[in-house]
């Protein structure tokens, strides 16, 4: 079962116990209906923060053991990438879409027990073939490492893992300045220029 099963599976269940509609668990949630939709639907998969926000909207908490770890392991999150990559989409719509994965893989790693992160990064990911978001993939593990005081995995320092000149997550300019002075350092040594509030969770 993948990660849009997954979520629809969860929201599905959520609404028929608490014998909510569509319309009724968006109002709660503060999102809009066709969200809800396409979540249930399986045409989207939510970042592991969204899909706690809707649960808890209803006095309920995500619980990490329904998410299964392998769907958002490193190796399954640059095979999603990938294949978003294939799908043939391009543009805004497929960096927002491959960054939203990005960020629910770092939501789980973070909400992980040692354990669990050491299964979820221990295997090197196949490379997706866009440097940038190899060296993503990469920093968000390195730095999830850094925050607990515990070694990366040896794949983390893959040559290939690394952007040359740095890539601003930003494509405007005048953001720049402030992207690198917040970026994690993680991400800068990885080449990948993100604020830390764009990486919050979407």
């Not at 399954?76 to 927002?96: F, M, P, W, Y």
Request: aromatic share 6%; net charge negative; charged share 25%.
């Amino acid at each position: 079962m993948d990660g849009r099963q997954v979520s629809a599976e969860i929201i599905r269940s959520l609404r028929e116990r608490h014998h909510l509609t569509q319309r009724d668990l968006a109002q709660l949630a503060g999102v809009p209906q066709p969200t809800i939709s396409s979540i249930e639907s399986g045409k989207r998969e939510p970042s592991l923060s969204l899909l706690s926000s809707i649960v808890e909207s209803v006095g309920e908490a995500l619980r990490i053991d329904l998410v299964p770890a392998t769907p958002f392991s490193g190796v399954a999150t640059s095979d999603a990438i990938r294949h978003l990559i294939r799908r043939g989409e391009t543009g805004d719509a497929l960096e927002d879409s491959i960054l939203r994965r990005v960020l629910s893989f770092r939501d789980v790693i973070r909400r992980a027990s040692p354990q669990e992160l050491i299964s979820l990064v221990s295997s090197p990911p196949s490379l997706i073939g866009d440097t940038r978001w190899d060296a993503c993939v990469a920093a968000v593990v390195e730095e999830e490492c850094a925050r607990r005081d515990v070694a990366p995995p040896r794949w983390v320092n893959d040559a290939q893992r690394f952007v040359k000149p740095f890539w601003f997550l930003s494509k405007i300019p005048a953001l720049h300045q402030w992207e690198f002075e917040t970026a994690p350092t993680a991400f800068i040594r990885h080449g990948v220029i993100a604020a830390a509030d764009e990486l919050a969770s979407v």
